[in-house]
């Protein structure tokens, strides 16, 4: 019986940690994007001739930014559906 309250523990408290990474690492993501959309809009209309190289480095930037919040899904992914934390329960 402990085994199996081992295994609802380490089970509860993932889905926990995997609901909080996806969860604020979206927020992040989406809080960093409207951040720097709304700045590359500011230098666009102060300076509309750098249009060109601004929107260059915003749409490089927004890969990156997106890039970490998937890197951050798959490792929530790789939790939920093979937890290396299962394999520490003792026999």
Not at 50 to 68: E, H, N, R
């Amino acid at each position: 019986m402990e085994n199996m309250q081992f295994l609802a523990m380490i089970q509860a408290y993932t889905g926990v940690g995997i609901g909080l990474m996806i969860g604020l690492g979206a927020l992040g993501a989406c809080v960093g994007v409207g951040i720097m959309c709304s700045r590359f809009l500011e230098g666009a209309a102060r300076q509309p001739e750098l249009m060109p190289q601004l929107q260059v480095k915003v749409f490089l930037l927004l890969g990156l930014i997106d890039a970490s919040f998937i890197i951050g899904l798959g490792i929530a992914m790789m939790f939920a559906f093979a937890n290396p934390l299962l394999s520490v329960i003792p026999h």
